[in-house]
């Protein structure tokens, strides 16, 4: 979190002092470092080499100038839904560097993949494999396609965001797929390309997806003995991010563990890495509202909250906060820093030694991942704004929802 430092007291987002940012746009507010976001896409397409294409996962941070500067930048996308392609294509990204994951597209959704001219749908079940064959035959086109395997290995996360288990709903069963691609291989307008995984959401630890790896070159190796040759293999995302402890994996070693699995294979890997490319370049800017002590249990409500940042509530998951001025005349006290939200699950932190008083200004880092993406109007809470920094250039790239924004999709009760 390099690009989040203390210079004389105060926290800066690179060159803009975090408090002038609050004086300006107002709390609770998403700040992203632009440079701290470029600084690990390009760490990772050096590693990965100029052979591999990134797709950057789009629903870890979907703001529009994060998109247009990945795009920029030469980054391919991995989406999820007809709302996450609008968006890559709003923001000037290539459809021919576009994967389409997911289990449950829609007709619309395969419909407007195919017009857009993606460059390969992850089909995830035998159902969507027909679905998508009778739309690209309808269209007289033919659909790109890799089927996303499940590889039953344990990644070793949070159950919500694990994947790649048997019980799990995502991909399709190794021997089922095999079974899948010699049989659609004859299909009118299916055209495998690739094959595709992803086995879950913040690994620290690289092991499993070397192994998944390994379980893809396998069916990759017994298809091209079968006469069904392949272009591309997709590991999917996954690569962790150090919140607080984790050691996070680095590119390079990342890199090295696709590159062995992968060696000799003439096939061009693509990734879907999404929290390890923007996850540490954001901070949530929240400002105390009032300090609480209900019989020696001590609350900080700052006026920031669960539908702005749901990961501690729903995962459990740790940020660091870090108060904005660095030095407090407060004392330490041990604290749960809440948010308003009428729910006891509505928390960032639970009893984290702070010194902090109303008024303060903190911020909870490592949040450009999951952080707006999630966010929500729950308890009619208009959405907070998201600044982009440039250097010492601080811009609004999505402004605060206003009371006007929370009605405008509801019809008047007269
Ligand atoms: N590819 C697919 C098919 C995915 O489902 C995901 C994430 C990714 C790529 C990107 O994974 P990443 O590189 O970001 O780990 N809301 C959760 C994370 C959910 C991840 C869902 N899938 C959180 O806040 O931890």
């Known amino acids: 979190m390099r690009h989040f430092h203390y210079r004389a007291g105060r926290l800066w987002a690179d060159e803009v002092p975090l408090d002038q940012i609050a004086a300006r746009f107002g709390t609770p507010a998403y700040v992203y470092s632009e440079m701290a976001i470029h600084e690990r896409y390009t760490a990772f397409s050096h590693a990965l080499g ?51 994951s997911g289990v449950g597209k829609s007709r619309e959704e395969i419909r407007a993949a195919l017009d857009a001219g993606i460059f390969c749908l992850n089909v995830e079940s035998e159902a969507e494999l027909e679905q998508v064959d009778a739309i690209a035959s309808g269209l007289g086109c033919r659909a790109p396609v890799a089927l996303r395997v499940n590889p039953d290995v344990d990644p ?32 009118p307008a299916v055209d495998f390309r690739g094959i595709a995984c992803h086995i879950g959401s913040q690994l620290t630890d690289l092991a499993p997806i070397a192994e998944a790896a390994r379980k893809v070159r396998g069916l990759y190796e017994r298809l091209a003995g079968a006469g069904v040759p392949l272009s591309h293999l997709d590991l999917g995302g996954g690569v962790g ?25 003439p096939v061009r890997p693509v990734v879907e890495l999404g929290r390890s490319v923007v996850g540490n370049a954001g ?6 509202e009032y300090l609480k002590d209900n019989d020696g249990k001590k609350f900080c409500i700052v006026d920031a909250a669960m539908n702005d940042l749901l990961r501690p509530s729903l995962y459990g998951a740790w940020h660091d906060i870090l108060p904005v001025q660095e030095e407090s005349p407060a004392e330490t006290g041990t604290l749960d820093v809440v948010g308003p939200i009428c729910e006891s699950g509505d928390f960032f932190a ?44 601080a811009r609004l790239v999505r402004r605060r929802e206003n009371l006007a924004d929370l009605l405008t999709a509801e019809e008047n009760p007269d």
């Not at 391919?76 to 459809?95: H, N, T, Y």
């Not at 901070?283 to 105390?288: E, P, S």
């Not at 949040?367 to 729950?378: K, L």
């Open 50 to 100: 100029p052979e591999t294409l990134l797709c950057y996962a789009v629903k870890a941070n979907s703001n529009l100038h994060v998109l247009a500067s990945l795009a920029r930048w030469g980054a391919g996308f991995d989406i999820v839904s007809g709302g996450e392609l609008a968006r890559v294509l709003r923001a000037g990204g290539d459809p021919q560097r576009t994967v389409f």
């Open 156 to 187: 070793g996360t949070h159950s919500y965001i694990a994947t790649g288990l048997r019980e799990s709903k995502f991909g399709i069963p190794l021997v089922h797929a095999e079974r899948l691609y010699l049989e659609a291989a004859r299909w």
């Open 241 to 265: 991010i150090r919140y607080h402890e984790e050691q996070a994996p680095t590119p390079a070693a990342y890199a090295a563990v696709l590159h062995d699995a992968l060696a000799g294979l």
């Open 283 to 288: 901070v949530l800017l929240t400002r105390v």
């Open 350 to 393: 639970r009893n984290r030694p702070l010194a902090v008083r109303a008024g303060d200004l903190l911020a909870i880092l490592s949040t450009g991942a999951y952080g707006f993406a999630m966010a929500s109007q729950y308890n009619s809470r208009p959405r907070p704004p998201e600044i982009l920094v440039r250097g010492s250039e």
